[in-house]
């Protein structure tokens, strides 16, 4: 069963502006990841972060974790069209050693469209 | 290098009948993982394996799918009686070792007529 629950279900903005998309989850984790998927296919991963920290940077791509929420968000600035596409986030949890689990539990995704 | 592939890339089949889908790894990961994705989903994980053992097959449906790893690196995940309700793109990934960055391949299409 899905973990994760992600809003919006659907998002269309215009090229150059920002996409906000919201993940939250159920039980306590090692990391929170997201992941871009085109057409259905495979995955490309974007950014993790790790519970012990608040926001991250990439590029164009913003992640921030609330854990006392159990909820994180992504932002894409100044989007392009070529960011359309699914977006999951996925969590993994701590294992008996203290480290990351590896079995990933996603969420059922953004579909964001960027219309030129 | 290569990424993670999976043969093949769409497979249809009749109701009831058996099916192998294959999953070649990057070279030297240790760690691999199939998840499933039915339409308008995100993927669920089915099973993953550490070296040549199954570590977690806790996503498994039911005892009519398995999978095997046995020389730790290519691995085929073997569905039995294929249902209609099995239809759905199963992916296939590997990382260097278990908890680390997951590389997906590009899945298999598989249909059940």
């Known amino acids: 069963s899905q973990q994760g629950e992600e809003d919006p279900q659907a998002l269309s903005i215009q090229e150059g502006e920002n996409a906000t998309m919201n993940c939250s989850y159920k039980?306590?984790?090692?990391?929170l990841q997201w992941y871009r998927q085109n057409s259905g296919r495979g995955l490309v991963h974007l950014i993790l972060?790790?519970?012990?920290?608040r926001e991250k940077h990439s590029g164009r791509l913003r992640v921030t974790l609330d854990t006392s929420k159990k909820s994180s968000s992504l932002l894409i600035t100044a989007s392009r069209a070529a960011d359309t596409a699914s977006y999951f986030c996925a969590t993994a949890m701590t294992n008996a050693g203290g480290t990351s689990y590896g079995k990933l539990t996603f969420g059922q995704g953004t579909i964001l469209t960027v219309h030129p | 290098g290569a990424g993670v592939s999976q043969t093949p890339s769409n497979k249809v089949t009749e109701k009831g009948k058996y099916v192998e889908l294959r999953c070649d790894p990057i070279?030297?990961?240790?760690?691999l993982y199939w998840y499933r994705q039915s339409l308008g989903q995100g993927p669920e994980f089915l099973i993953y394996?550490?070296?040549?053992?199954?570590?977690?097959d806790s996503g498994l449906p039911n005892d009519r799918f398995f999978a095997v790893r046995p020389e730790g690196s290519v691995s085929t995940l073997k569905i039995q009686r294929t249902e209609r309700g099995d239809s759905a793109v199963y992916l296939c990934?590997?990382?260097?070792?278990?908890?680390?960055?997951?590389?997906f391949g590009p899945g298999t299409r598989l249909t059940v007529t």
């Open positions: 039980t306590s984790i090692n990391n």
């Open positions: 972060i790790r519970s012990n920290e």
């Open positions: 394996f550490q070296g040549t053992g199954a570590a977690d």
């Open positions: 990934a590997s990382s260097s070792t278990s908890g680390s960055q997951q590389y």
């Open positions: 070279s030297g990961h240790t760690a």
